[in-house]
T-cell receptor
Framework: DVKVTQSSRYLVKRTGEKVFLECVQD?????MFWYRQDPGLGLRLIYF???????EKGDIPEGYSVSREKKERFSLILESASTNQTSMYLC????????????FGSGTQLSVL | KQEVTQIPAALSVPEGENLVLNCSFT??????LQWFRQDPGKGLTSLLLIQSSQREQTSGRLNASLDKSSGRSTLYIAASQPGDSATYLC????????????FGKGTLLTVNP
């Protein structure tokens, strides 16, 4: 069965902390994505990667960075967490070419206090 | 820039009813369109993907259609069940978007026993 695993289901952090969100997929997908989901705003793309060590900014990259050292793992980094980064973070992966479905992890609910 | 709209934001129906969820998009040069299901506090599950060259896709009681000329897609659910209660999101990928999907904000469906 296809699997995208996010390391934490719930996280509580303090303002100013550096936060790492980890995502691992077991489907050998080239593409990986980080979204955040907020009530009333829907899903917004933060960053995506189409290959190892490759990354592109999404619609809201400010305050975030990413790392993809291995094909199966895509990490989202909040350099200095702020309260407006409290959100549900969703990782996803897919094959390239636009003919394959997008697979999501179960999400990480991050609260920044 | 692609914009995706879903109306209504919420829908409540009695069990057994056939129903249609609507999705509209602004860029007719759409590459593909996916319908997702999201249960509360969980990630998204892709239900159906329609390529731009296709008119519809079917899976069990679900049928999704795509009309590029009118900028519309519909998700038809036959013989609805309480277990169908969830938020349904559509997302479109435009040509040249480098695999980035634009999501609608979803329709919250409640099927009452």
């Amino acid at each position: 069965d296809v699997k995208v695993t996010q390391s934490s289901r719930y996280l509580v952090k303090r303002t100013g902390e550096k936060v790492f969100l980890e995502c691992v997929q077991d489907m050998d997908h080239e593409n990986m994505f980080w979204y955040r989901q907020d009530p009333g705003l829907g899903l917004r793309l933060i960053y995506f990667s189409y290959d190892v060590k490759m990354k592109e900014k999404g619609d809201i990259p400010e305050g975030y960075s990413v790392s993809r050292e291995k094909k199966e793992r895509f990490s989202l980094i909040l350099e200095s967490a702020s309260t407006n980064q409290t959100s549900m973070y969703l990782c996803a992966s897919s094959f390239p070419g636009g003919r394959e479905k997008l697979f999501f992890g179960s999400g990480t609910q991050l609260s920044v206090l | 820039k692609q914009e995706v709209t879903q109306i209504p934001a919420a829908l409540s129906v009695p069990e057994g009813e056939n129903l249609v969820l609507n999705c509209s998009f602004t860029d007719s040069a759409i590459y593909n369109l996916q319908w997702f299901r999201q249960d509360p506090g969980k990630g998204l599950t892709s239900l159906l993907l329609i390529q731009s060259s296709q008119r519809e896709q079917t899976s069990g009681r679900l049928n999704a259609s795509l009309d590029k000329s009118s900028g519309r897609s519909t998700l038809y659910i036959a013989a609805s069940q309480p277990g169908d209660s969830a938020t349904y999101l559509c997302a479109g990928e435009s040509g040249g978007s480098n695999y980035k999907l634009t999501f609608g904000k979803g329709t919250l469906l409640t099927v009452n026993p």
